[in-house]
């Protein structure tokens, strides 16, 4: 078969002389102009003063880093200011790295940025400083021209990173900004941190994904030509071959390109490249390993050594490090890095900064791979030493960790763990605290104090999330320490334990363990250490019924007494909880006495807990739903202002949408709750009623589970679990429902005013109601209405009025059974029970057609207008077709579906109709913040859920649609 001729015209035959590289780096970006003019238009809108974030994603080698670059150098010639930074294998260990590296270069910082050392100093608040100084930064940045934020390999991010990446891509959503992340798809397992954290920007739709493809065969094709040189197309045979043995990936096809020309297949020869076989028959190495091995073979010794130390240093690596690791001279060390970088094994990170980096992960992972086990152990000795050694005050713990752990130097690796640990807690980076600490644990010697660094562990553990970790390690702690018969440390281990037990739901044991762990402290007379005790047996307390104020007291006075302010908020929280459990007074005083403390002390989780049961007790004194919403609005916005989320704080949120009608953001959030966790069952047991809602009550069977788990949790969870009968009331299976609803007669009767009971109560006589039984419909109204009842909220009114309706009809007396269940319609009115709100309207409707006066019918039609609204806002068809039956037998007309235009104005809640009005009134978000008295990032939400409701893209649009609404 004669050669396929390749017409590129070389200079000289130097430039393909076996003992030199032959460049095969295509010098255009092929295929890629579909992603490039996403990227741009996404610059375009942020040129209008609207901060985006994109997510540049594609398999490794399928050239993002080009297409980034490439976006880059279009960006600054359309005015913008760039700033990229690269995440590596060792980032994972350094806090913030890439924005710390991207910043180095800009000479207008305040002094905070300037030193990653000045990040990790020792507040208590230090991360969430952090997070803020950076967007201080950006944000000023952004003043003077559009600025792209760009971070290269977002998969080796640290959690710090991807923290502050979720933080700008929030706090700078009125600048100039454009926030970039591109990463590997390919490196995303089920597991790994940057998979959630995608999710969250994309379903909250703070950002604009952007993925990468394989090169089609027609670019492939096109990289051949381009990268040859030639000047009519690839022969297809060879292009065919190569697409698909490379599977459109453009780093293979280079790759394979400069191996076949280097292993004599593609050979330059009468003025032309000519590939020597067939290309059926070419055979592409098992790997990337396996060509980029062969060109390494092909190196001088000297850059082969180079290259190797500079594998085992990391990704990038930087030349002063590398030459006084290979003791090589400037001129050669500078000849083996030009001969790397020709044969396009690394490339310079940016000129006249002396740093390298290898061109792809998979590059370095071959070098590597080409060393005995016994030369890596040897080499990371090396780099550990000469970091170690290196002048100055700084030291990189987590890099000396890792380089020593894998030189198989247990003491220093060890010790150098423990250090990167606390390095990592000062930042709030829990995940890469655990992950030290639990590598510590392994190599701890047995002169080590196994069982303290155990309680280490169990900390971080619980605080990443992992409280089975963190309980099985303080278990392990404990029976160390029962060992050596040291009570105190059994004391400490019991704390660990409690908290551990409690955030699994196991509540009794909790309670348990830690009235435990008080007698063994209160016996060794450890007044500081009683005072951390204390605080857990007051926050248990808070969730039972009898609402004890005695632990809190003990809290505050151990905690001011040993000089522990945060502990003292927590004591005051507490007590100022289960002061308004009994409806006095002076709880708000002790609560906005911790909201002061905890603000003094800048700490984001204080400062939610004291503004949560601000909120608790503003409900039990009877608070209405609007006035509720603000104060709940204003503490959501703290804590996204300080990029704080917990569980609970996730609950709170799915509660919100869920009581909006927007069930498919109730859904985004719920699944980012630890699922094992108490929270877990309580949101999940709310998105099984949006799962009947809308399917149907054949996923009422998942109830059973979830209610099983939270009859274990603490009594605020087994209370809530009462509430299961609303799901089953949905469903039409009220006899299921009156049987989930027993259990609320317990607390009922032993004195609980859990507002979830009341819940219970209104689906218990309901379920009767449609059963038609009598006997227990009046055990359950007789129960409903018992006097001697401390706190009167809101939803207990609505059942007792409920209750009060139906008593009424039962005599006879139809007048006031109308007026009572108008009565809990207006109680349970905008409430965070919306189905328990439909069965009142329902009810209230049934009444008025059943007394039939004039207008009845037409008042009956609007209580059912309002209800339908709500589910067709909600997207819940099952629902509303039992809505539609329900209007049917009654002869009432269905209320028709919104025209587009109208349904999209139903489908915003009160507040962004509010938000909306005043958006077309011409007010700014600072204005409109003022003017609703809620944050100004609230407003900023607000006007872009409108946008997506509304199909708008500026607030003018939404002022012409709300004109537009408003002549209709």
């Not at 953001?665 to 949101?683: F, K, M, N």
């Amino acid at each position: 078969m004669s050669p396929v001729h390749l017409n590129w015209r070389c200079e000289s035959r130097e430039q393909v002389n076996r003992a030199a590289p032959v460049r095969m780096l295509c010098p255009v970006l092929v295929g890629r102009e579909p992603e490039l003019a996403s990227l741009e238009a996404i610059l375009a809108e942020v040129v209008t003063k609207r901060g985006r974030v994109a997510l540049l994603g594609g398999e490794a080698g399928i050239g993002k880093s080009r297409v980034l670059d490439a976006f880059l150098s279009r960006a600054r010639a359309s005015g913008a200011r760039t700033l990229l930074g690269h995440c590596s294998q060792a980032e994972d260990r350094r806090p913030f790295g890439p924005f710390i590296d991207l910043l180095r270069g800009v000479r207008d910082l305040p002094p905070i940025m300037r030193t990653e050392s000045d990040l990790a100093i020792a507040d208590p608040d230090a991360r969430y400083r952090a997070l803020r100084s950076f967007g201080s930064v950006f944000g000023d940045l952004a003043k003077r021209e559009p600025l792209v934020v760009a971070i290269d390999d977002l998969h080796w991010a640290d959690e710090a990173t991807l923290d502050l990446f979720a933080y700008l891509a929030r706090a700078l959503r009125e600048r100039q900004v454009l926030l970039v992340g591109a990463y590997r798809t390919d490196e995303l397992n089920r597991l790994h941190p940057l998979r959630g954290a995608l999710a969250a920007l994309a379903q909250a739709r703070l950002a604009d994904s952007v993925i990468l493809r394989p090169l089609t065969l027609t670019d492939t094709r096109e990289m051949v030509r381009t990268t040859l040189g030639l000047a009519t197309s690839a022969p297809k045979d060879l292009a065919a071959a190569l697409h698909e043995r490379c599977e459109g990936n453009p780093f293979f096809v280079e790759e394979l390109l400069k191996a076949l020309a280097e292993t004599g297949n593609l050979v330059w020869r009468d003025g032309t490249w000519q590939y020597v076989g067939r290309p059926a028959d070419m055979v592409v190495p098992a790997s990337v390993r396996d060509i980029v091995q062969q060109r390494l073979d092909l190196l001088a010794n000297e850059t082969r050594v180079a290259l190797r130390v500079a594998a085992v240093i990391g990704i990038s690596f930087d030349f002063p490090l590398l030459q006084r690791l290979t003791a090589a001279t400037d001129h050669e060390l500078t000849n083996a890095l030009r001969a790397a970088v020709a044969a396009q094994l690394v490339e310079e990170v940016s000129e006249g900064t002396d740093r390298f980096r290898f061109r792809h992960a998979l590059t370095r992972e071959t070098v590597l791979a080409d060393l005995l086990g016994r030369e890596r152990r040897e080499l990371h000795r090396e780099v550990a030493a000469a970091l170690e050694a290196r002048p100055g005050p700084e030291i990189e713990p987590e890099e000396l960790a890792y380089h020593f752990d894998e030189a198989g130097e247990r003491e220093p690796a060890f010790r150098y763990h423990v250090l990167a640990s606390a390095h990592a807690d000062k930042l709030f980076a829990f995940s890469n605290a655990r992950k030290h600490l639990e590598r510590a644990v392994e190599l701890a010697s047995t002169d080590i104090d196994l069982a303290g660094l155990q309680l280490r562990f169990s900390r971080a553990a619980l605080l990443a999330g992992d409280a089975r970790g963190s309980l099985r390690a303080a278990e392990d702690a404990k029976g160390r320490y029962e060992k050596r018969g040291d009570p105190r440390g059994i004391a400490l281990a019991l704390c660990e334990i409690s908290d551990a037990d409690w955030y699994l739901g196991q509540a009794d044991e909790a309670r348990r363990v830690a009235e435990e762990s008080v007698r063994v402290l209160e016996s060794l007379g450890t007044p500081c250490e009683l005072g951390d005790a204390y605080r857990r047996m007051a926050q248990l307390a808070l969730f039972d019924d009898d609402a004890r104020t005695d632990w809190a007291e003990r809290t505050i006075e151990a905690a001011r007494r040993c000089g522990q302010p945060a502990t003292e908020v927590v004591g005051l929280i507490c007590l100022g909880g289960a002061l308004g459990r009994q409806g006095r007074a002076e709880a708000f005083e002790h609560l906005h006495a911790a909201l002061r403390l905890a603000l003094e002390l800048d700490t984001p989780d204080l400062v939610f807990r004291a503004r949560l049961f601000l909120i608790d007790v503003d409900v039990r004194q009877g608070a209405s739903p609007i006035a509720r919403r603000a104060v709940y609005e204003e503490m959501v916005d703290y804590a996204k202002k300080h990029a704080f989320s917990t569980d609970q704080l996730l609950t709170l949120e799915v509660e919100e949408a869920i009581a909006l009608g927007d069930f498919d953001e109730a859904l985004r959030l719920a699944g980012q709750i630890t699922p094992d966790s108490v929270y877990g069952a309580d949101s999940q047991l709310r998105v099984a009623l949006i799962h009947v809602a809308r399917s149907g009550p054949e996923k009422a069977s998942e109830v059973d589970a979830l209610r099983r788990r939270l009859l274990n949790a603490p009594m605020l969870w087994r209370t809530f679990a009462t509430t299961t009968a609303q799901v089953f009331l949905l469903a039409d299976q009220p006899r299921e429902a009156l049987a989930h609803a027993e259990l609320a007669k317990e607390h009922l009767r032993a004195g609980s005013q859990r507002f979830a009971l009341d819940v219970a109560v209104i689906c218990a006589i309901e379920s009767a109601r449609r059963l038609g039984d009598d006997a227990a419909l009046e055990s359950w109204i007789a129960l409903a209405l018992k006097a001697g009842v401390a706190v009167e909220t809101l939803v207990r009114r609505a059942r007792r009025a409920y209750a009060g309706a139906e008593h009424a009809r039962r005599e006879g007396d139809l007048g006031r059974a109308l007026a009572l269940s108008a009565a809990s319609v207006e109680a349970l009115d905008h409430s965070q029970w919306p189905f328990i709100e439909t069965v009142a309207r329902l009810r209230h409707a049934d009444l008025l057609l059943e007394r039939d006066d004039q207008d009845d019918r037409a008042l009956a039609g609007a209580e059912l207008a309002r209800v339908v609204a709500f589910w067709r806002r909600a997207g819940a068809p099952w629902y509303l077709g039992r809505l539609r039956d329900w209007a049917r037998e009654r002869r009432l007309r269905m209320p028709p579906a919104p025209t587009p235009a109208v349904r999209s104005t139903r489908a915003l809640t009160p507040r962004e109709r509010e938000v909306a009005a005043l958006v077309t009134e011409g007010l700014t978000n600072q204005q409109i913040a003022e003017r609703l008295v809620i944050g100004e990032r609230t407003v900023e939400s607000h006007v872009e859920r409108i946008m997506d409701k509304l199909s708008r893209h500026s607030r003018a649009e939404i002022a012409a649609w709300m004109s537009a609404a408003a002549r209709r």
